[in-house]
């Protein structure tokens, strides 16, 4: 019998799951982006993997605004941990 995959051509599990979450979440993407809705399904999914399909909208202008704003306000030399962390200083 002849041997379908050669031993040169490993299969790399941790390449092959990258491959199949960036498959899901474009779409995932796709279909929010016509429907702006996620099944049962994809939330599950994306919850195990802490992303949503938002991530991939770009910013709102009034975000961009806001931001701009408050870097302007922020005193040189402040750092942030994370966006998060920005945000929550603005309120």
């Given amino acids: 019998m002849e041997q ?3 031993p040169e051509l490993k299969l ?3 390449l092959l ?5 960036r498959l899901m979440k ?3 993407s796709e279909r929010f982006a016509q429907t702006r809705e996620v099944t049962d399904e994809d939330w599950e999914f994306c919850e195990k993997i802490d992303w949503h399909p938002v991530d ?3 910013p709102k202008p ?7 704003k408050a870097l302007k306000e922020t005193p040189t030399g402040k750092t942030y ?3 998060e962390e ?3 200083s603005l309120k």
């Fill in 12 to 14: 790399d599990s941790k």
């Fill in 4 to 6: 379908i995959i050669k």
């Fill in 26 to 28: 474009r779409d995932i």
């Fill in 56 to 58: 991939e909208l770009p």
């Fill in 81 to 83: 941990n994370s966006a």
């Fill in 17 to 21: 799951v990258g491959a199949l979450v």
């Fill in 86 to 88: 920005f945000f929550d």
């Fill in 62 to 68: 009034e975000h961009i605004e806001e931001l701009k």
